[in-house]
Structures are given as C-alpha cells and as structure tokens.
C-alpha cells in the first residue's frame, strides 16, 4: 500500500504514515478550525494498513500545539490503533513534548489514561 | 471571524512574542488559549446569530489581547441569543468551581465521551482554556434588547 506523506502547514502537522517500516508519526502543529476534513485521510490510511500490518507499529507524536477539535481527532486515531493492537500488530506510542511544555505532557498523561496502548513520554529539548 | 483573520491575527501574535524573547512555556500557553478563544468567535458566529434580522454591526466580535510585565489578558466578546445565556453562564460555573485536578478529569471524561459536531467542535473548548490558564475564567453577559445579549470573555495568563 502507499504511503502517506502530508506536508505541514500552518494550521495542520506533518504526516509520515509508512506501511513497510509500520511507522506512523505526526508532527508539529493541528490548529484547524474543523479537524474532522484534515483526520479522514489519515483515518482511512489506518483502516487499509490495519488488514496487512507490520508485526510492530510505532507511533510517534511530536506536537507542538493541538487545538480541541483536533484533540477529539487525535483520541479517535488512538483507539483505532487501539483496535489494531489485539490483533497481528503491536502497536506502541512515543509521546514527544518539549522541555518545560507541562501541558504538552499532561496531554499525552490524558490520552495514556484513557488509551490502553503503551506510551512512552519523551522529553526532547525542542520538536 | 473568517479562517483567514484567525490565521493572520495568530501569525501576528506569534511573531510579537517571538519578538519579545518570551518563555516558550508561556508563548504555548498564550498560544493555545488564543487559538481556543478565536475559534469559539468563529464557531459562534458561524453558528445563528446570522439568522436573525439584525444590524450588521451585530455579526461583529471583539477581540483584545494585553500584555503587563507578568500577565498576558485575552479578551473576547461576541453577541449571542438570550435563550442561551444560562447554559453557558452554567458551564462557566462549573468550570470556574473546579480544581485543577477536577478540571482535568473533566476534559478527559468529555473528550473520551463527548461527541463531536460536524463544524468539528468537541465541548472541550472552555475546559481547556481554563487548565492552560490555570485561572477563573472571568465573564460578563451585557443585555442588548430582546434578541441580543453581548457576552464578555477575559482570561489570564501569569508567568
């Protein structure tokens, strides 16, 4: 299958959904007024890798600001691949946040309480 | 409030804290309140008002930012229907009655819960305005006539 690619902009993150290596990672900033546009795609891609996917998936978060619209979004890519995981693929998540960002890391805190998923909190100097 | 001022009004903010060399830790902060408060405008606006027979003057909202050496101040404030008033002057009670850890179980109940309109609003919106400030949020609702009342939103950020 392909991959999906997006590029950033200034109010939606770069996407790198890659099916062969089973990496999935989001990265920068999701401030669209209506997030629901911007997640299909990336719905659909998790729907058509999850008939054929690698034995391992690695999520990788690395935001910078989200807004609520998207937090909804986000929480639902996190159950499908919640779904996926009782299945042929373990799927583990690298929540990323910047040094001193407290509510980046409460944020991923949030969604590791209400995802069964595996998170791993990473604290980079800068994203 | 178009998708287009939004944009702007955050690039300009953006760049103006950059400019000040502020604390990452607040520019975030700022940041994401801002990005909340606008979008409440646009959502709202998008939302009914423009169904009613008003003056144009009336689809306006308002918008001010303030910064004192400590203390950046949002002020929002748009014009909504009187039938309205109460539920949200609830939800602000609600909110503003709750500690943070209250407020965090809150928004976490909701997003896993609540669901989400078509406009792509998720309720989580005041909830998080008021964990990212980590203060009452302060309101006012001002009665225009029978169809319009203004409603007044200010929220802090402290260093």
Not at chain 2, 6 to 13: A, E, G, K, S, V
Not at chain 2, 21 to 28: A, C, N, T
Request: hydrophobic share 35%.
């Amino acid at each position: 299958m392909e991959n999906l690619n997006l590029e950033g902009s200034a109010k939606t993150p770069t996407v790198n959904f890659n099916s062969a290596d089973g990496t999935l990672e989001l990265t920068g900033r999701s401030i669209p007024e209506n997030s629901i546009e911007f997640y299909k795609p990336l719905n659909d891609w998790i729907d058509a890798y999850g008939a054929n996917p690698k034995p391992s998936t690695i999520v990788d978060v690395k935001m910078e600001y989200f807004n609520t619209s998207s937090s909804k979004c986000i929480l639902d890519l996190f159950k499908q691949l919640e779904s996926l995981n009782n299945g042929e693929t373990e799927v583990n998540v690298n929540w990323y946040y910047e040094e001193d960002d407290e509510d980046m890391a409460e944020a991923g805190e949030d969604y590791d309480a209400i995802i069964s998923l595996p998170f791993k909190m990473i604290e980079v100097e800068e994203i | 409030m178009t998708s287009e001022l939004l944009t702007t009004i955050l690039q300009i903010i953006e760049s103006k804290m950059e400019r000040f060399d502020e604390r990452p830790k607040i520019k975030k902060k700022v940041f994401n309140v801002l990005v909340e408060c606008l979008q409440n405008l646009y959502h709202h606006i998008d939302e009914d008002i423009d169904d009613l027979d008003t003056d144009q003057n009336e689809l306006n909202s308002l918008f001010m930012i303030a910064k004192t050496v400590s203390t950046y101040t949002i002020t929002t404030g748009n014009y909504i229907k009187p039938n309205e008033v109460e539920s949200l002057r609830g939800k602000l009670d609600l909110i503003n009655g709750m500690s943070k850890e209250e407020l965090k179980a809150y928004y976490k109940q909701v997003l896993n819960e609540g669901t989400m309109s078509e406009k792509g609003t998720a309720g989580l919106g005041m909830i998080d305005i008021a964990r990212k400030s980590g203060k009452k949020l302060n309101y006012d609702f001002s009665p225009i006539n029978d169809n319009l009342t203004f409603y007044g939103l200010s929220v802090k950020i402290e260093e």
